[in-house]
């Protein structure tokens, strides 16, 4: 186990000396910003790597797509239980998740359950779904007006499509404590969009690889990746659920490029990394709003 700190700035100096350790042994290009929550102040950055750095983001913008897609359901623009159509035309044939697996369509599905899938498998047809009622103009202006004009899904000719888009370490960490601090989205979006992120079916191949389940349970996770790309970002709550650190990581140019498994170099430092993280705050208290977790368990049917 590693060292625990037992104030703020302690902390940020033992995930500082992590962070360099891990991607002085992954290799490539980092790109990095990590905070630490400090209760008598603002958030310490603990990591500052080129973090204002226009990076693609990957599959980590699926946070900013569901945040847009969340706001119009604050809005009353949209509600999650609305269906959508599930075409052949629209299904991306062989992409991640689950949508390209049934091959039985026509179907339909909700939309809580297109962005459930989006967060927790990553799946890419959910993305071609939530642009059915969230065009990527009025996307990008969502986010612009909340505060995050770097973080931009890249349009393409189709009105309801897009790229996975853009956005830096900074704007991304930004995001996430928005999003914790409540400032985001409303209560019940913030906690569907939470809900999610820290299901035990999200990202485990990094930074909450090498934790048990209650403490995968602290983190809320989500991954990006593509072409040489290992991207990921989340945060790490109390014991209490209160959040205590913040974290985006974008890799690139690392060896083996293929391997889109865990045994990739930058998945590989990012999982070390999460397991120094999480003991270098595990003796701190969190600030702002507490997330308490709500438990989730394996069944056997019936």
Not at 185 to 196: D, E, G, I, V, Y
Not at 241 to 247: D, H, K, M, Q
Request: hydrophobic share 45%; net charge neutral.
């Amino acid at each position: 186990m590693a060292p625990t700190a037992g104030t703020p700035a302690q902390a940020a100096a033992l995930v500082a000396a992590a962070y360099q350790q891990r991607t002085t042994e992954a290799g490539g290009s980092w790109q990095a910003y990590v905070s630490v929550a400090d209760p008598a102040g603002p958030p310490l950055a603990a990591v500052a790597d080129e973090p204002d750095r226009l990076l693609e983001a990957y599959s980590v913008n699926k946070i900013a797509v569901a945040t847009a897609v969340l706001d119009k359901v604050d809005r009353g623009l949209l509600t999650l239980t609305q269906r959508l159509d599930v075409t052949t035309a629209i299904v991306i044939p062989g992409g991640d998740g689950i949508f390209s697996l049934d091959g039985a369509y026509p179907s339909s599905v909700t939309l809580g359950h297109a962005l459930a899938a989006l967060l927790t498998v990553s799946d890419d047809t959910a993305v071609r779904l939530c642009g059915l009622v969230c065009p990527a103009a009025e996307l990008n202006a969502i986010l612009v007006a909340k505060g995050f004009p770097k973080t931009q899904v890249q349009p393409v000719a189709n009105p309801n499509r897009f790229y996975l888009g853009t956005s830096t370490p900074r704007e991304t960490n930004g995001l996430l404590r928005a999003l914790v601090a409540g400032t985001l989205l409303a209560p019940a979006s913030t906690a569907f969009l939470l809900r999610q992120l820290r299901a035990p079916i999200a990202h485990t191949d990094g930074v909450r690889r090498i934790m048990s389940s209650d403490e995968r349970a602290r983190v809320a996770a989500k991954g990006g990746w593509y072409a040489d790309a290992r991207n990921e970002a989340g945060v790490i709550f109390d014991r209490a659920g209160a959040p205590v650190l913040t974290y985006a990581l974008f890799a690139a140019g690392q060896s083996d490029p293929g391997n889109f498994g865990g045994t990739h170099p930058a998945v590989t430092a990012r999982a070390k990394m999460g397991r120094s993280f999480l003991d270098a705050v595990d003796g701190l208290t969190g600030s702002g709003t507490a997330h308490p977790v709500t438990r989730q368990r394996p069944g056997n049917g019936g």
